[in-house]
């Protein structure tokens, strides 16, 4: 399953671009470079939301010693994978590791 940030905003590219394909008339009346900028704004603006969203609730655990922490909206967007990972330095140990989510946050 996806739960990095990048899912929403890559399923809302796929229906957009369906969309597009679906109903060509937009591009007559809009023209392909408005509805391309909207496409790209609307999945900006969803994977900053998911990233948000990741941030106030997901905790994560330290591989190495187990310590529980929270990350950050922009430590989501930089540096999570396509599983969920992201990668941290730990507040307690210092070291750098892909950190699994855990708890109800996990998804």
């Given at each position: ?8 905003a890559v399923m ?96």
């Amino acid at each position: 399953m996806l739960t990095s940030w990048r899912a929403p905003a890559v399923m809302l590219l796929f229906v957009a671009g369906l969309y597009l394909l679906a109903r060509p008339w937009l591009i007559e009346r809009f023209g392909l470079v408005t509805c391309v900028i909207v496409v790209l704004a609307a999945c900006l603006v969803a994977g900053i939301g998911a990233a948000a969203w990741q941030a106030r609730r997901r905790r994560y655990a330290c591989p190495g010693c187990e310590h529980l922490f929270g990350a950050s909206t922009m430590r989501h967007l930089l540096s999570q994978d396509w599983f969920g990972r992201v990668r941290c330095r730990c507040p307690s140990c210092g070291r750098v590791h892909r950190c699994q989510p855990v708890g109800s946050g996990a998804a």
